[in-house]
């Protein structure tokens, strides 16, 4: 198994930046796919951007594409969140979920393993 932590979460206004983390334990964390979902109150999950194991591929939702880039660093079992331009819209709770299945993944029931998640409020 794999145990992820998010952080960097935080209250920001709009227009400005914020990188989460997430910080994986357990396994070897080269040998997962990573996703970021975020979910709003009353809304469902919903997926934000998955980087391959090697972080070769990227894939991004098109609400975020162009101002959100996730990047990873596998010797300090880390994937990064980088969130620029924020919207009052991109609040929610920011999830990291890891999966050992090859392959771009956009569905939450298709990851194993999930972090706890980390505030993101953007103010208008």
């Known amino acids: 198994q794999v145990q992820l932590v998010e952080s960097g979460g935080g209250l920001v206004q709009a227009g400005a930046s914020l990188r989460l983390s997430c910080t994986a334990s357990?396994?070897?964390?080269?040998?997962?796919?990573v996703g970021w979902f975020r979910q709003a109150p009353g809304k469902e999950r919903e997926f934000v951007g998955f980087?391959?194991?090697?972080?070769?591929?990227?894939k991004y939702a098109d609400s975020v594409k162009g101002r959100f880039t996730i990047s990873r660093d596998n010797a300090k079992n880390t994937v990064y969140l980088q969130m620029n331009s924020l919207k009052p819209e991109d609040t929610a709770v920011y999830y990291c979920?890891?999966?050992?299945?090859?392959?771009?993944?956009?569905?939450?029931?298709?990851?194993?393993?999930w972090g706890q998640g980390t505030q993101v409020t953007v103010s208008s």
């Open positions: 979920a890891a999966t050992n299945y090859v392959g771009l993944r956009v569905a939450p029931s298709e990851y194993d393993y």
């Open positions: 357990g396994r070897t964390f080269s040998n997962y796919e």
């Open positions: 980087i391959s194991r090697a972080g070769f591929s990227t």
